[in-house]
């Protein structure tokens, strides 16, 4: 709930960054690859302000998208 109230925050300070969340407990940030290391700033100091706290962060980016490939 920390990292959503966070975003939201972020959002209002003019960060461009949402997120999302599956069946668990698992947040997804979503941002422009601009904002990307300000976003990974953002949420270590968030890890860090709670002693002993450990998040793993997974960098994702677009794939190309679907294409015709040439089987010849």
């Known amino acids: 709930m920390e990292l959503i109230l966070a975003v939201q925050e972020w ?17 997804h940030l979503l941002c422009r690859r601009t904002e ?12 860090n302000s709670q002693p002993g706290r ?3 962060i997974l960098i994702n980016h677009p ?7 040439d089987q010849g």
């Open 11 to 27: 959002r209002a300070k003019g960060v461009e960054t949402y997120f999302t969340l599956d069946d668990g407990p698992t947040v």
């Open 36 to 47: 990307e290391e300000k976003i990974i700033n953002a949420v270590r100091t968030l890890e």
């Open 54 to 56: 450990s998040w793993e």
């Open 63 to 69: 794939a190309v998208g679907a294409r015709v490939i």
